[in-house]
């Protein structure tokens, strides 16, 4: 029996929930990783895994084991990546980021990374559904606004700030809201994404304000969103990391500067013995230089 391939295949079922999904992870059969898992079992003369029909659970060995396990897996990797490549990193990184964020921003700042360290295959997954790190076998997610999680590695990366557009057409159209709480006399376009999308926040004379809005478009996408902006269509709260250079050429203009709505924190959030990985914190400083600048 190879200890090595049992150990990849105990931390995988513990780390993603299920033999099937570790399988998945590992590229292997569901069945091959539970025969690893019982020749690792006998082989440590214990159980590690209580198994129901319905349920799994780790043992207290098993709890102990996990831990040690992780350890030696980690050491192999950095070993692996001392030696390995050119540049001395090499392997995969496997980043989940939010779907329209990641088709710009992120998928820009990998794509560079690759090029400086081409012994590196950097692999993301775009969603908009928040992705399970553990079970999607995630190095790195990329999220957008607060965190609760409080048991995930946390690195800042920039943020964005919430600014209210609308495009000239709309104003000549239906005229120009002075402040935050007109805009229930004007058609929004809502974002869904957003925590409220039927209450803007925004901060006027040092009090928090949410300010009721409707309007007959909604979207999941603030690139969808703009598209309705720019036609004139109504007025739209946009991250400004989507609004490119439209506010600069005139194509939108911006409401109520004086009058501040939220700033959003842009994390990598990582489990923590992904962290460690030399690939991976390398591949995070890259993306807050360039996702910072």
């Given at each position: 029996m190879d200890r090595l391939d049992g150990m990849q295949s105990f931390v995988a079922v513990v780390e993603t929930g299920s033999f099937a999904t570790a399988g998945q992870r590992l590229n292997i059969s569901n069945k091959l990783v539970s025969k690893r898992v019982a020749q690792l079992e006998n082989h440590l003369g214990m159980t590690l895994l209580h198994r129901t029909t319905r349920s799994m659970s780790r043992t207290h060995e098993g709890e102990r084991y996990l831990e040690g396990a992780r350890r030696v897996l980690l050491e192999l990797e950095q070993l692996d990546s001392e030696f390995e490549g050119s540049d001395g990193l090499s392997g995969i990184v496997r980043v989940a980021a939010p779907l329209t964020y990641g088709d710009t921003a992120v998928a820009s700042a990998a794509d560079k990374f690759a090029q400086e360290h081409p012994n590196v295959t950097v692999?993301?997954?775009?969603?908009?559904?928040?992705?399970?790190?553990?079970?999607?076998?995630?190095?790195?997610?990329?999220?957008?606004?607060?965190?609760?999680?409080?048991?995930?590695?946390?690195?800042?990366?920039?943020?964005?700030?919430?600014?209210?557009?609308?495009?000239?057409?709309?104003?000549?159209?239906?005229?120009?809201?002075?402040?935050?709480?007109?805009?229930?006399?004007?058609?929004?376009?809502?974002?869904?994404?957003?925590?409220?999308?039927?209450?803007?926040?925004?901060?006027?004379?040092?009090?928090?304000?949410?300010?009721?809005?409707?309007?007959?478009?909604?979207?999941?996408?603030?690139?969808?969103?703009?598209?309705?902006?720019?036609?004139?269509?109504?007025?739209f709260i946009c991250p400004d990391i989507f609004l490119g250079d439209n506010l600069e050429t005139g194509h939108l203009v911006e409401l109520f500067t004086g009058c501040q709505s939220r700033t959003l924190p842009i994390h990598a959030v990582q489990l923590p013995f992904a962290f460690r990985k030399p690939r991976v914190k390398v591949f995070v400083e890259f993306m807050k230089r360039e996702i910072g600048s």
């Amino acid at each position: 029996m190879d200890r090595l391939d049992g150990m990849q295949s105990f931390v995988a079922v513990v780390e993603t929930g299920s033999f099937a999904t570790a399988g998945q992870r590992l590229n292997i059969s569901n069945k091959l990783v539970s025969k690893r898992v019982a020749q690792l079992e006998n082989h440590l003369g214990m159980t590690l895994l209580h198994r129901t029909t319905r349920s799994m659970s780790r043992t207290h060995e098993g709890e102990r084991y996990l831990e040690g396990a992780r350890r030696v897996l980690l050491e192999l990797e950095q070993l692996d990546s001392e030696f390995e490549g050119s540049d001395g990193l090499s392997g995969i990184v496997r980043v989940a980021a939010p779907l329209t964020y990641g088709d710009t921003a992120v998928a820009s700042a990998a794509d560079k990374f690759a090029q400086e360290h081409p012994n590196v295959t950097v692999e993301l997954d775009l969603s908009d559904h928040q992705a399970d790190l553990a079970k999607g076998g995630f190095d790195i997610a990329i999220r957008i606004g607060d965190l609760s999680d409080s048991s995930l590695i946390v690195r800042k990366l920039g943020e964005t700030h919430m600014k209210v557009v609308v495009a000239p057409s709309y104003i000549a159209r239906h005229g120009k809201p002075e402040h935050p709480i007109h805009l229930g006399e004007h058609i929004c376009i809502r974002d869904s994404n957003n925590p409220g999308p039927n209450r803007w926040p925004f901060q006027i004379e040092g009090q928090q304000m949410l300010v009721p809005v409707t309007g007959p478009f909604l979207a999941n996408s603030p690139p969808a969103c703009l598209f309705p902006t720019l036609t004139g269509s109504g007025i739209f709260i946009c991250p400004d990391i989507f609004l490119g250079d439209n506010l600069e050429t005139g194509h939108l203009v911006e409401l109520f500067t004086g009058c501040q709505s939220r700033t959003l924190p842009i994390h990598a959030v990582q489990l923590p013995f992904a962290f460690r990985k030399p690939r991976v914190k390398v591949f995070v400083e890259f993306m807050k230089r360039e996702i910072g600048s």
